[in-house]
């Protein structure tokens, strides 16, 4: 069934239909959400809202763009609203190594040093907002230029603009510990 | 060959940079359901906007009368207690900021608009905190501070109770669970135990408290 069909039919009361939209777009909509917050729990709490909000507008949905990028779309304003108040009860920065046990490399990583890699994840959770966000979706989630543009709804090249900046802040960040990349 | 250093990094983020674990996605789904599709569906009904409107403007009506009494309430109570104890910096302030300068500004109902958001606002910080507690307290940061701020509600909880505007029995309900909860989490101490915090969790999700906390503060904010 297509996806605009299931769309109808979950707008007509469907639950079925509803489950296999949940089924095809949560597991990313929950790697996204967990990117931008680093907390298993919280990620949980904002894939809920992100589905419970869709649904609940889904008779909005017009088609424009893809239906991928539309729950993206509620996903980052879900987590990005949230976050400015959780963070208020945050004293100190997330303790990384809570967050990427040893030995959680996938198999494709080459070798870096530890403490590199633990300066860079603290450098990427420094980074502004919108920077961060841009990062994450291209860098480290995959999204295109094209996607991220929707999802944030800047244009194109304001995207680009973004990702620019964030390396360049990461590697200036980075540059005491490995010269080389000093921008 | 900077650029390739600095790819091959961002390549290791990649796969290292909060991994994701592997979602609860059956869990996730019985709450989406139960929030989506509990009440509509059961006349073969359509879901969304018809439903979340219709919740709202009921929400609307008792959150108007709720604000302006618990306006009224926590006047009296501060009044009342001026003699004895200095007026605690919980509801009295937050009120009195809702009720400063629009009070004259009423909505359809004829009740003070500013109040609703004043409730609206107490929604969201009760959000907050207990979305935010599990990691929290997990991590050990800042009890403190949570308890502080759980207190703090916790008074303008007890506000709300005492208001007509616990009569609305589903408001009544979710009221009183939070009060629970906000006890229990203002009673928290530096170094506490995990069974302080699994009483807590267990308390939540037998009442069933975050996604009809949720839900109210989605009901809300949509409008």
Redesign the interface.
């Known amino acids: 069934m297509s996806e605009p069909d299931l769309i109808a039919r979950v707008l007509a009361g469907d639950r079925i239909a509803a489950r296999e939209l949940y089924d095809a777009h949560s597991p990313r909509v929950f790697r996204l959400a967990f990117r931008l917050t680093g907390d298993a729990d919280l990620a949980r709490e904002f894939t809920q809202d992100t589905f419970v909000r869709a649904f609940a507008q889904l008779a909005r949905f017009r088609g424009d763009s893809a239906l991928s990028t539309w729950l993206h779309r509620i996903t980052v304003t879900v987590v990005a609203n949230a976050m400015r108040k959780v963070k208020r009860f945050r004293e100190r920065e997330t303790d990384l190594e809570d967050v990427h046990p040893i030995g959680s490399d996938g198999p494709e990583s080459g070798y870096v040093d530890p403490v590199l890699r633990e300066r860079l994840h603290r450098a990427i959770d420094d980074l502004p907002e919108i920077y961060r966000t841009t990062l994450i979706m291209h860098d480290i989630e995959g999204y295109t230029h094209t996607e991220i543009a929707e999802v944030m709804g800047v244009a194109e090249g304001t995207c680009k603009s973004r990702l620019s900046q964030a390396r360049a802040q990461l590697r200036a960040t980075l540059a005491d510990l490995a010269p080389e990349l000093e921008p | 060959?900077?650029e390739d250093?600095?790819d091959?990094?961002?390549?290791?983020?990649?796969?290292?940079?909060?991994?994701?674990?592997q979602?609860?996605?059956e869990?996730?789904?019985k709450?989406?359901?139960r929030?989506?599709?509990s009440a509509?569906?059961a006349g073969?009904?359509?879901?969304?906007?018809s439903?979340?409107r219709g919740l709202s403007l009921v929400a609307n009506r008792w959150v108007a009368i709720a604000a302006t009494l618990v306006a009224g309430v926590a006047l009296g109570r501060a009044s009342a207690s001026l003699g004895r104890t200095p007026v605690q910096p919980t509801a009295v302030p937050s009120v009195s900021v809702a009720s400063a300068a629009p009070a004259a500004r009423t909505d359809s109902t004829g009740l003070a608009q500013p109040y609703e958001v004043e409730t609206s606002r107490y929604l969201?910080?009760t959000a907050?905190?207990l979305?935010?507690l599990?990691?929290?307290a997990r991590?050990g940061?800042?009890d403190a501070?949570?308890a502080s701020?759980a207190s703090d509600l916790l008074g303008r909880t007890r506000l709300l109770l005492d208001s007509p505007v616990a009569n609305n029995a589903d408001m009544r309900n979710l009221l009183e669970d939070l009060e629970l909860v906000l006890a229990q989490v203002a009673r928290l101490q530096d170094g506490h135990s995990r069974t302080d915090i699994d009483l807590i969790n267990r308390a939540l999700e037998q009442r069933d408290v975050?996604?009809r906390l949720?839900?109210a503060v989605?009901d809300i904010s949509?409008d």
């Open positions: 060959m900077t250093r600095f091959e990094l961002m390549r290791d983020a990649a796969h290292t940079y909060r991994k994701p674990p979602p609860d996605l869990g996730m789904w709450a989406i359901e929030d989506s599709f509509s569906t073969g009904g359509h879901i969304g906007r439903k979340a969201g910080q907050a905190l979305i935010a599990p990691s929290e991590a940061r800042a501070q949570l701020r975050l996604p949720r839900t989605a949509a």
